[in-house]
């Protein structure tokens, strides 16, 4: 059985989000929980709860916090006890199989490329996020806020590594690979999109469409989208807002006369299977790939089943033996590079 290490001191709900969320997953999935932060606060917390399995949930101290107003960079450093950084400890140490944390996402990117490392050959690791689309089919767009600035070589990168995300983890056969631009034209883009192109084109077994456009992240024209972490970023987070604002809107108009209302309570199971499609929450985080061993990170604000959701994915993402694949995808990446 895997166990999952989960920052129980990183969110905005914490420890509240990551306890419940814990439990719902030992409930659901074949997994442990160490559940990592101040003792006394996560057991008073645990406490509020019955019927919970002591045997499939513990308990590591850690003495410090890195709250989300923090400097990263300096948090990483002084904080040696954070919970962040203990979580970090026990995947290296093989005292978890993966990690799971809501908190300060530059602190946890920071803390996991320090403390786990990096997979062999991997320049810069970069976070995966999946988008739901019109074919009910997964999207995974790779980078999503890890790296700003970013190089041609990081870009291909990203596509070997969200190539072998999509197959192991959504069994994608031959992922239709896009690299995010202005147009779909080769022509269009900007130096770096044009740049990357050529590298995308030489490797071996990867099946690149060519550009794609933003409306794109929802179409299912593609199954993975690469970009640079600076517009992945926009991207996720303009995403989030239209779907927090259509699902609001959805809801005032179907509630705003007798007849809507009744409309609301007929349609009320669609509208609830519309709000699990487009649910941050079921997706529960994005894999740091290119890391040792497993770091999920979520969202800030995740509720208890976001980080249940993110506790799958990272069993999913252990399981499936991702990091060894990328390390091996990346060979073909290599000969494609030093050829060009």
Request: glycine letters at 10%.
């Amino acid at each position: 059985m895997l166990t999952i290490a989960v920052d129980a001191m990183g969110g905005d709900h914490c420890p509240k989000a990551e306890v419940s969320g814990a439990i719902m997953a030992t409930k659901s999935y074949n997994v442990c929980v160490t559940l990592v932060g101040r003792e006394d606060v996560v057991r008073a917390e645990l406490d509020q709860h019955h019927g919970w399995d002591p045997a499939r949930i513990k308990v590591h101290h850690a003495s410090e916090q890195i709250t989300m107003d923090e400097s990263a960079a300096k948090a990483v450093r002084t904080k040696k006890d954070s919970s962040i950084r203990v979580a970090s400890r026990l995947v290296r140490e093989g005292g978890a199989h993966g990690m799971v944390s809501a908190g300060n996402t530059g602190a946890v990117m920071a803390t996991a490329k320090m403390v786990q490392g990096v997979v062999p050959g991997v320049y810069r690791p970069a976070l995966a996020q999946v988008f739901p689309s019109l074919k009910n089919t997964p999207v995974v767009v790779v980078d999503v806020g890890a790296n700003v600035d970013c190089e041609p070589k990081m870009l291909a990168q990203f596509a070997v590594m969200g190539d072998i995300y999509s197959r192991i983890i959504f069994n994608t056969r031959n992922p239709r690979v896009g690299l995010l631009s202005i147009g779909e034209e080769e022509t269009k883009g900007n130096e770096l999109t044009k740049a990357a192109t050529p590298l995308l084109k030489a490797i071996p077994a990867l099946n690149f469409i060519g550009n794609v456009e933003g409306r794109d992240l929802y179409t299912g024209h593609a199954d993975v989208i690469v970009c640079d972490g600076f517009i992945g970023n926009v991207a996720l987070k303009v995403s989030e807002g239209v779907v927090d604002v259509i699902k609001q809107m959805l809801k005032e108009s179907l509630q705003t006369t007798v007849t809507r209302q009744i409309g609301y309570l007929l349609s009320r199971s669609a509208y609830t299977e519309f709000r699990k499609r487009v649910d941050y929450s079921e997706f529960g985080g994005a894999p740091l790939l290119g890391v040792k061993g497993v770091c999920i990170i979520c969202h800030g604000r995740s509720n208890a089943n976001a980080i249940k959701n993110a506790i799958r994915v990272a069993v999913d993402f252990a399981g499936g033996h991702v990091n060894q694949k990328i390390e091996e995808g990346l060979d073909g990446f290599a000969s494609a590079a030093s050829a060009d």
